[in-house]
């Protein structure tokens, strides 16, 4: 192999309390398709305690195949709960950057705290990584990522940076989208910095699909959707179990930490029903088709698992990690509500499914994240939206994207005024949210950029909020 393979860094993500996967991918021409060749490639991969690698604690080999465009994906075993490691790569002989990462706790410690991050919505052509950069200096135990990792459009000019190529469709087209996005240092380091636990959203494959639909009729929209979640897996710190299988994927999962908090990760595309009267974004009262109650965002088999999940762990959190806005987020025209279709406004009755599984008393302290807005909203999510004397049941923090463009902020201040239960709304900031999570509150920092178009942007505390253990709501501090 000639050039240096490991030219999109490493990352580790999905921690377990003894296990955590480590990623890389061999592509000493990454934008060309890999350029790592047609064989299978042996690599070593190390895990220590220092950064330094004098304390090896385990390490192996395993074969980079032509076939996952030479990725690999380590499961390592046998780890010690709630404890840093460093590891490295080794192929032929190149290292690797260092990678650092964390074990969740054991299953039955109550850890006093957790720091994590979350964003998404990282459209390269808006902007530079500076979040990414400062989220490094964040001091987080694990990132979570909401989706929009890459954005399959093809480059346009007149941006902050371009997308190399026509918009991605096949398999090599994909490749070379995630190569483009993860050649971006500040990326590679937020990575190498934290574990990721990672969902994706509509742009990892195309705008606004639905399950086997495309928006625009497509016959061979499964032939890309394989390409697109073949490429997703390969670029991602996934497990095994995630493997795509032709075009479908098992991307839910729960990772727990300790009896602190439960993370739900929910595919909220793969399985959805198409949104209602399309090709319409925003409809009325008079689109009935919204309000079919077997329309499904997550699908009956993700429904239930979700469920079955959330059962009651006295004290613990459960931390939905989701795509799209969760709350009723009308935005009033000429008198009338209009709804986002592809939000979770477009299938109000599997909303009102979900949250009614929250009310169960033994799962509260419910915090939904969700990204896609390309907006800040920080809202009480109720029980059912059409009675406004319903309880609230859960919290929803809705992150600034972290660099694609939003929309106007006299649009966002109606949508608020027109939704009591909405608490914030900016869409002005391009940014992350920060949460510091102990047994008996989270407490969430908007940390957002001075300039997104500026690689040296510098961030600061926009708001602060506090969510109670076990009382919906945010309260801003
Ligand atoms: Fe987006
Ligand atoms: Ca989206």
């Known amino acids: 192999m000639a050039g240096y393979p490991f030219t999109l860094g490493v990352a580790s993500g999905s921690p377990l309390p ?25 690599v070593r991969w190390e895990v220590a305690h220092d950064e330094r690698f004098t304390q090896v604690v385990q390490s192996g080999l395993v074969a980079a195949l032509p076939a996952n465009a030479h990725s690999v994906h380590v499961e390592v075993q046998g780890l010690e709960p709630a404890r840093w490691y460093f590891y490295r790569f080794v192929a032929g002989s190149d290292d690797s950057p260092v990678g650092r990462t964390r074990t969740a706790p054991a299953r039955l410690d109550r850890p006093q705290r957790l720091r994590f991050a979350f964003g998404g ?27 929009d990792y890459v954005y399959e459009g093809r480059g346009r000019p007149g941006r902050v940076r371009r997308h190399a190529g026509a918009e991605a469709r096949s ?30 959203d509509d742009h990892e494959v195309d705008n606004d699909y639905a399950g086997a639909s495309p928006l625009a009729p497509d016959r061979d929209f499964l032939l890309r959707r ?107 025209v000429g008198g009338e509500p209009r709804f986002r279709t592809d939000a979770w406004d477009g299938y109000p009755a599997a909303r009102r499914r979900l949250l009614r599984a929250v009310t ?6 419910v915090l939904v994240l969700s990204s896609d807005a390309h ?41 608020v ?30 940390r957002v950029l001075d300039d997104v178009t500026r690689p040296g942007s510098g961030v600061a505390t926009l708001a602060r909020f506090a969510i109670e253990a076990g009382r919906p709501g945010a309260q801003r501090l």
């Open 226 to 332: 394989t390409a697109a979640y073949r490429a997703y897996f390969e670029h991602m710190p996934l497990r095994e179990a995630a493997r795509p299988s032709g075009a479908e994927m098992l991307l839910r999962a729960r990772y727990d930490f300790g009896r602190l908090v439960r993370f739900h990760v929910l595919d909220g595309r793969q399985h959805r029903s198409p949104q209602a009267c399309r090709p319409a974004r925003r409809v009325g009262p008079q689109c009935r088709e919204r309000l079919d109650s077997d329309r499904t965002m997550l699908g009956a088999v993700q429904e239930r698992w979700l469920r079955s999940g959330l059962a009651a762990v006295p004290g613990r959190w459960n931390v939905i990690a989701q795509q799209t806005l969760m709350a009723r987020a009308s935005l009033p």
């Open 18 to 42: 003894a296990s955590v996967v480590l990623w890389t991918r061999l592509a000493p021409e990454p934008l060309e398709g890999g350029g790592a060749g047609a064989e299978p490639v042996s």
């Open 121 to 147: 919505c990282q459209h390269f052509e808006h902007g530079y990584y500076a979040a990414h950069r400062h989220l490094v200096g964040e001091d987080l135990d694990l990132m979570v990522f909401l989706g």
């Open 417 to 446: 005024r027109a939704n009591p239960h909405i608490e914030f709304g900016n869409s002005t900031r391009r940014g992350y949210f920060v949460l510091d999570l102990t047994v008996e509150r989270c407490v969430a920092r908007l």
């Open 360 to 365: 169960d008393p033994g799962a509260r302290s």
């Open 171 to 200: 398999l090599d087209q994909y490749r070379n989208r995630y190569a483009q996005y993860k050649l971006d240092p500040d990326l590679q380091d937020l990575h190498a910095a934290v574990p990721w636990l990672v969902t994706w």
């Open 375 to 415: 907006t800040c909203f920080v809202a009480g999510l109720r029980s059912d939206f059409l009675d406004t004397r319903a309880p609230l049941v859960a919290t929803e923090l809705c992150g600034p994207s972290l660099t694609s463009p939003g929309r106007s902020q006299r649009r966002t201040d109606a949508i």
